[in-house]
Each structure stands twice: as C-alpha cells, then as structure tokens.
C-alpha cells in the first residue's frame, strides 16, 4: 500500500514531508503531511489514492503554518 502511494506522489513530483501510519486491530489510519503547488495539484493527487487499491478514505485537513 505504502509502495502505491508514493508511486502517486512520485509520478507526481509530489513531495512528502511527513508520513504517520498507526494500526489498531488490524486497521491502518494515516496522516501524510504533502508539499504542493496548488489546489488543483492536491485535488489530483486526492483523486489518485482514492484509486488505490486498499485506501477506503481520503480526507483533505487543512493544517495552519504555525507562526513565530
């Protein structure tokens, strides 16, 4: 799955910046924090793992820079 994944960010030119995968019971959830150019570039990418094969959800959360 993980494999999958960065072959989406990868032919994408999309860069990770953090990735966090835990497993409760045998269910996965992850976090993956991405540097894009824009909306549209993340709107694809969403799209993209919602194909992949083993991914049941993908969510957009919009994390604030923090200031300083």
Not at 17 to 33: A, C, P, Q, R, Y
Request: glycine share 8%; charged share 20%.
């Amino acid at each position: 799955l993980i494999k999958d994944m960065a072959v989406v960010f990868e032919s994408r030119g999309i860069s990770i910046k953090s990735m966090l995968i835990t497993e409760n019971d045998g269910i996965f959830n992850g976090t993956v924090h991405l540097m894009v150019k824009n909306t549209v570039e993340l709107d694809n990418v969403i799209e993209a793992l919602r194909l992949v094969n083993g991914i049941v959800k993908v969510n957009r959360t919009f994390v604030r820079p923090i200031s300083g």
